[in-house]
T-cell receptor, first 116, second 115 residues
């Protein structure tokens, strides 16, 4: 069974600085998808970024980028130029690629605090 | 464009009561799922469905039932509420097929307290 581990329950970053959130996963599959979701105090789950495992190039969305290390089964999220609005819970998620098994596995989350 | 709509947003039950959490989506998504979110536990999958008439268990299905009679609706039933079911419940949907990399769309959650 697949597992997703976020080993940092809480992180802090100064406004305008850069922070990296860690995520590791365990799977025997060769193809899959990885996601980072943001959950602000409003409780909404918002997609931040996604990565297809068969793509070697790391995904980037504006100030958000990932460092995807397939062999190490690592999928970290880097937030550049941190803003107060980035303060939230961040969840890493794994999804199998193959039809018929649509389960998403979530990590336990990292709470990010942004200091003014 | 409503997206995923969950009702109610808050609910308090007594132990032993039953109730149904409603979830509806207007995006014609095949895949729908229910999660519960507990402090320090992340989101755990309760049940999911890959289309009308098809459901399957997730990680923590005990005490919950689901059905999927239409593409749009995926209700979650608590058969006999227990204090351990106090949690925030999220419904999510996503399209399937194609490249399969579409993210899930989440509802706003239902905060459920069992006394």
């Amino acid at each position: 069974a697949q597992t997703v581990t976020q080993s940092q329950p809480e992180m802090s970053v100064q406004e305008a600085e850069t922070v990296t959130l860690s995520c590791t996963y365990d799977t025997s599959e060769s193809d899959y998808y990885l996601f980072w979701y943001k959950q602000p105090p409003s409780r909404q789950m918002i997609l931040v970024i996604r990565q297809e495992a068969y793509k070697q190039q790391n995904a980037t969305e504006n100030r958000f980028s990932v460092n995807f290390q397939k062999a190490a089964k690592s999928f970290s999220l880097k937030i550049s130029d941190s803003q107060l609005g980035d303060a939230a819970m961040y969840f890493c998620a794994y999804r199998t690629l193959y039809s018929g098994t649509y389960k998403y596995i979530f990590g336990t989350g990292t709470r990010l605090k942004v200091l003014a | 464009n409503a997206g995923v709509t969950q009702t109610p947003k808050f609910q308090v039950l007594k132990t032993g009561q039953s109730m149904t959490l409603q979830c509806a989506q207007d995006m014609n998504h095949e895949y729908m799922s229910w999660y519960r979110q507990d402090p320090g536990m992340g989101l755990r999958l309760i049940h999911y469905s890959v289309g009308a008439g098809i459901t399957d268990q997730g990680e923590v299905p005990n005490g919950y039932n689901v059905s999927r009679s239409t593409t749009e609706d995926f209700p979650l039933r608590l058969l006999s509420a227990a204090p351990s079911q106090t949690s925030v419940y999220f419904c999510a949907s996503s399209p399937e097929g194609g490249s399969g990399n579409q993210p899930q769309h989440f509802g706003d959650g239902t905060r459920l307290s069992i006394l």
